[in-house]
């Protein structure tokens, strides 16, 4: 797999250069889940995201009865766990592969890393962030309205 290039095809790294690309290429770690595999559990502390390569997984909050809700299913090439990066708060949900799942991982020091490197690549990403989780809310804010 090229790394590289599969990063290039995320919205999360648009308009990044090629040598910063090549960078967070080298940072990542691949990381596979069988289907039916928890990525990482609502709750836990978070300190990395993950963009899909192959595969799929849906997220999954709990309901206040306990009971489970899958709210999104997301494939290549989607990334989840963003929020814990920039709120450093806990999982809002849990991700489980629902068919056997290929991802690339980025931590919070391997963005550090690049940030040390690439101080404008790494605001670029930042942004890039932003808008992903803009569009989400207002996404969600739709949802919202629709139902009242």
Aim: aromatic share 6%; charged share 25%.
């Amino acid at each position: 797999m090229n790394k590289a290039e599969v990063l290039q095809k995320s919205r999360l790294f648009e308009g990044l250069l090629p040598e910063e690309i090549e960078m967070l290429a080298e940072l990542t770690q691949q990381k596979s889940f069988p289907a039916g595999g928890v990525v990482f559990e609502q709750g836990e502390v978070g300190d990395s995201l993950y963009l899909i390569v192959s595969g799929s997984v849906e997220v999954v909050r709990k309901r206040a009865d306990g009971s489970a809700h899958v709210i999104a299913t997301l494939k290549a090439p989607d990334f989840f766990g963003e929020m814990s990066l920039i709120d450093k708060e806990y999982r809002s949900a849990t991700i489980r592969a629902v068919e056997d799942t290929v991802m690339l991982c980025l931590t919070t020091e391997n963005l550090h890393s690049f940030h040390r490197v690439y101080r404008n690549g790494f605001t670029l990403l930042v942004i890039n962030i932003a808008r992903v989780l803009s569009g989400r809310l207002r996404e969600t804010n739709e949802k919202l309205a629709n139902k009242m």
